[in-house]
């Protein structure tokens, strides 16, 4: 087994990135030979130049880049490990900036208002936007978290399930089929929608539920850009709604929503927590992302009567 140092390679990945002896020095703050010493030392270990001495400074070889590569991964898993061992301990302060779809706005500041009671310094800002917009942001390294029900595929991640998310069609309580039961898709595939924009989770999952019905109409009805404006015009009757059960609870148990019976609903998704497996967290990220996964499930809304 290799008897590598952290010491070593923190010198490697400095010479590395600035090229000189003497630049790498003074980033690590010590002295040219001393730096010299742990690179010919790792050369040493592991029986290879990692470095070719060059008039215009030192450049890898192709052991040193491969050495580089996976001392980099080590850097990021020793970050990580400290924001775990933080999280434990209990972080005082710090920030963290979670993104969460349009649909997780209803319950989200609950389980950040529970966060805060145990960790009253750290400052959480939250990005809303459609599951597009957030899976972008978590390209974009933007945001440390993610709030979503359907992790994307394209970027390395870590998906940590937090608990089930139904989905049901909504209907103002005078709705002529408020009240009836057993509806199937095909007569309820007739009334009017109203739909979520393109890029919406949402969207997605109504138009994969009514996938298998021949001849179902191509225009479902009319798209609107917020789950907001949809519970609005659902109660002023102009149409129905495919909507997350979490958004609409307080407007069931009020009676200014019902749900309609229709077979195969609830549709059972799930919410999940991300976060990319190629950037370490910062210490209050880890803390809010254990707290999510710990008790995201306690604080995710209730109606009465759904069975999920």
Do not use: C
């Given at each position: 087994?290799?008897?590598?140092?952290f010491?070593?390679?923190n010198?490697l990945?400095a010479?590395?990135?600035?090229?000189?002896?003497?630049?790498?020095?003074?980033?690590l703050g010590?002295?040219?030979?001393a730096?010299?010493?742990?690179?010919?030392q790792?050369?040493?270990?592991?029986?290879l130049?990692l470095f070719?001495?060059?008039?215009?400074g030192?450049?890898?070889t192709?052991a040193g880049?491969?050495v580089?590569?996976?001392?980099e991964?080590l850097?990021?898993?020793?970050?990580r490990l400290?924001?775990?061992?933080?999280?434990i301990?209990?972080v005082?302060?710090g920030?963290?900036r979670?993104?969460l779809v349009?649909t997780?706005k209803?319950?989200?500041p609950s389980?950040v208002?529970?966060?805060?009671r145990?960790?009253p310094?750290?400052?959480?800002?939250?990005?809303?936007?459609?599951?597009?917009t957030?899976?972008?942001?978590?390209a974009d390294?933007?945001?440390?978290?993610a709030l979503m029900?359907?992790p994307?595929?394209?970027?390395p991640?870590?998906?940590?399930l937090?608990?089930?998310?139904?989905?049901?069609i909504?209907?103002?309580?005078g709705?002529?089929?408020a009240?009836?039961?057993g509806?199937?898709?095909e007569?309820?595939?007739q009334e009017p929608?109203?739909?979520?924009?393109?890029g919406?989770?949402?969207?997605?999952a109504?138009?994969?539920?009514?996938s298998?019905i021949p001849?179902?109409?191509r225009?479902?009805?009319?798209?609107?850009?917020?789950?907001?404006t949809?519970?609005?015009?659902?109660?002023?009757?102009l149409g129905?709604?495919?909507i997350?059960?979490h958004?609409?609870?307080?407007e069931?148990?009020?009676?200014?929503?019902?749900?309609?019976?229709?077979?195969?609903l609830?549709?059972l998704?799930?919410?999940f927590?991300?976060s990319r497996?190629?950037r370490a967290?910062?210490?209050?990220?880890?803390a809010?992302?254990?707290?999510?996964?710990?008790?995201?499930?306690?604080?995710?809304?209730r109606i009465?009567g759904?069975?999920?």
């Open positions: 087994m290799l008897n590598l140092t010491r070593q390679l010198s990945r010479v590395l990135d600035n090229g000189k002896i003497s630049s790498a020095a003074r980033e010590l002295t040219a030979p730096v010299t010493i742990q690179i010919k790792l050369e040493r270990e592991l029986g130049p070719d001495r060059t008039p215009q030192m450049r890898p192709a880049e491969a580089a590569r996976h001392a991964a850097a990021e898993q020793m970050q400290e924001g775990e061992i933080d999280a301990k209990g005082r302060s920030s963290v979670l993104g349009s997780a209803y319950f989200t389980i208002a529970a966060f805060r145990e960790h310094g750290v400052d959480v800002s939250l990005f809303i936007g459609n599951r597009e957030i899976r972008q942001a978590m390294q933007s945001i440390e978290l029900g359907r994307p595929r394209d970027m991640l870590n998906s940590a937090i608990g089930a998310h139904p989905m049901v909504a209907a103002a309580p709705h002529k089929l009240g009836m039961r509806i199937s898709k007569r309820i595939s929608f109203l739909i979520r924009e393109q919406s989770g949402t969207r997605a109504l138009l994969l539920f009514l298998d001849n179902r109409p225009n479902l009805g009319t798209e609107m850009g917020s789950n907001e949809i519970k609005q015009a659902v109660m002023a009757g129905i709604a495919f997350s059960a958004t609409i609870a307080s069931v148990e009020s009676g200014r929503l019902v749900l309609l019976d229709v077979i195969g609830p549709v998704r799930q919410w927590i991300i497996t190629d967290l910062s210490p209050a990220a880890s809010l992302q254990s707290f999510i996964m710990r008790e995201g499930a306690k604080l995710l809304p009465r759904l069975e999920v």
